[in-house]
């Protein structure tokens, strides 16, 4: 069966060059403030995101460029540049976000495939068939889609690929339409500076009408009741932390892979990221990659990607609208933390060449640590002065006996701030990870 293509974020060349490993079939990224992620723009440059396209090219597998973001009018003629010099590294599209930027897109670089982005906002065929009209091949849904409106688009736009959000962060607003970060700290969302003010601590206080005081509230719950309707809201804080107030939860919707395949309306599944860990464009690429191959197999386990996605530091996972309508869902916030621990911590990051790693948490010695990669069927046994890797129910694992730096140090133990790459005891898969169970 055909499978809709596995998109992943590639937030610099490291985090590129990971999720191709771990079983991506596209990534996307960007450079400079275009792009909806600025933190993630400044780690390419135009000769990095060269390499990035022609990395991913010669791997047979696509790359797309962010332009996502809203320009003023000052910056339409850089705007003008940027698409040119982008369009010059013969990505497979751009993804934009309005439709003046379209149709500029199109002008300067009628060959290179436009994707609508999310910021769009498109949720039913009228919408979809303008944008279609306009020359959009594919357009990247707002996360509030139902799946029964992406089939009715699908039926009546054959021809248009729709793409969907699968996993990542989830915005308090509808699809980035928010306005906190700017009114808070001067970042606009919709430029690509969020601050992600709604994962922030915020504590309570009341006014004493007396001496027009405020005074702190903590360590209490506050409902907010509309008299109109009687629903109440509970705005639980915890002392001494505070409440999030507006915290989404995560998305994951890896349960949910085969209703998606068999509805036949979706074309792209799009892992959401581009600031997030090298674990994380691993882990996401490896858990959903695995649970697509296995539905075409006809062996989809659901909580064999549900266990390596809880791995991940997240907050809280909900599966989001496309099953379930916004108002009939009740747990997609998180009022107790802004981001929790996954069950496992990340240990080392193995390097390219496979043959050291660094340091990402304290390894010490005769402490075995988990393997993760992609391919881990090739990973041999074997031991050496250095270290040991061996077998354990069903999952393999490395020791070492001595901690070796690359400049020939030798360690007691490492911990997180040593940048130093130390020595493995046998090669390992490009970009592999050391783990260990929280």
Do not use: W
Request: hydrophobic share 40%.
């Amino acid at each position: 069966m055909q499978l809709p293509e596995l998109l992943s974020p590639a937030g610099n060349l490291k985090k590129l060059k990971i999720a191709l490993e771990y079983g991506a079939d596209a990534v996307y990224g960007g450079v400079s403030h275009f792009s909806l992620r600025n933190r993630s723009g400044k780690e390419f440059d135009f000769d990095s995101f060269k390499e990035a396209v022609d990395y991913t090219h010669a791997r047979g597998k696509k790359i797309y460029v962010t332009i996502n973001g809203f320009p003023f009018n000052s910056q339409l003629k850089l705007l003008e540049n940027h698409i040119e010099k982008m369009a010059a590294l013969k990505p497979d599209a751009f993804i934009v976000a309005t439709p003046g930027v379209v149709r500029l897109a199109r002008q300067i670089a009628p060959k290179i495939p436009i994707h609508l982005s999310t910021q769009a906002n498109v949720l039913n065929v009228l919408d979809a068939q303008v944008f279609y009209e306009l020359g959009v091949k594919r357009i990247v849904a707002a996360r509030e889609l139902s799946l029964k409106d992406a089939i009715e688009i699908k039926k009546a736009i054959p021809d248009l690929e729709l793409e969907i959000f699968i996993h990542g962060s989830m915005c308090f607003a509808f699809s980035g339409r928010c306005l906190i970060s700017a009114l808070q700290s001067g970042r606009v969302p919709n430029r690509g500076s969020c601050a992600n003010d709604c994962r922030f601590d915020y504590e309570y206080y009341v006014r004493n009408v007396a001496n027009d005081e405020l005074v702190r509230f903590s360590g209490k719950e506050i409902y907010a009741r509309n008299p109109d309707n009687g629903v109440m809201m509970r705005l639980r804080e915890e002392e001494g932390i505070g409440t999030h107030i507006f915290n989404s939860k995560d998305l994951n919707l890896a349960t949910h892979i085969p209703t998606l395949l068999e509805s036949g309306a979706i074309d792209s599944l799009k892992i959401e990221g581009r600031t997030k860990s090298a674990y994380y464009a691993g882990i996401t690429a490896l858990a959903y990659k695995m649970a697509l191959d296995d539905y075409a197999k006809g062996a989809f386990v659901e909580q064999k990607y549900t266990k390596e996605l809880d791995t991940l530091k997240n907050r809280g996972f909900s599966d989001g609208y496309i099953i379930h309508r916004p108002y009939e869902k009740l747990n997609t916030q998180n009022h107790f933390t802004a981001i929790s621990e996954g069950s496992y911590q990340v240990n080392a990051e193995v390097s390219e060449d496979g043959k050291s790693a660094l340091c990402r948490h304290t390894i010490r010695l005769n402490e075995p640590k988990e393997i993760v990669s992609a391919k881990l069927e090739n990973i041999k046994e074997g031991k050496n002065a250095i270290g040991e890797i061996f077998s354990k129910e069903g999952k393999k694992y490395l020791q070492f006996f001595k901690i070796l730096l690359e400049n020939g140090k030798e360690l007691e133990s490492i911990h997180s701030g040593n940048e130093n790459p130390f020595l493995l005891p046998f090669s390992l898969p490009p970009f592999s990870f050391l783990r260990q169970k929280i």
